[in-house]
């Protein structure tokens, strides 16, 4: 950053985003990537980040979308917090964005995402053979295993949403 002359403008905080006390519509921008779980979903998420960011800055928001009119009920029941690309739209709208920009995953990123979990979790069990969470962390590798191939990869879809205030 300081290469640029962008270390006296980005602060990187690690903590719960959640708590952090941010300076009301002072920023030129507000993300929050994969976990807008932390403010109830994605409406509270940009309801929660419209207050941090300035008149004319702007919002990106990562957040899975159902790839398909049609889920199966049991998996759809698992991710009640998932909503289609149409809904994600009527919701923008109706907190006063406009969608400028989106950047969706393809099942290559989606692959190499998960892969990469799933190998942490791997290498966790081979170095913690004692550990009395092992077989907790096995079962959660295989349940994610079995729920991203059995479902995920067809039906759950992740981009990044770039949202610009409405001013016309």
Sequence with gaps: MAEQGLADRIEIVCGNAAEYPFEQHAFDVAACFGATFIWDGFQPTIRKMKAAIRPAGKLVVG?????????????????TSVHTEYQLLRITR???FDLEYVVRANHDDWDWYE??????LIR?????????ERQEVIDHLHESQDEYLRYSREYLGWALYVLNPVRY
């Design 63 to 79: 957040e899975a979308y159902w790839l398909k009119g049609t889920v199966p009920p049991e998996f759809a029941q698992q991710e």
């Design 94 to 96: 109706e907190e006063g």
């Design 115 to 120: 892969s990469n979990n799933w190998r942490g």
């Design 124 to 132: 966790w069990i081979e170095e913690n053979p004692s550990h009395p």
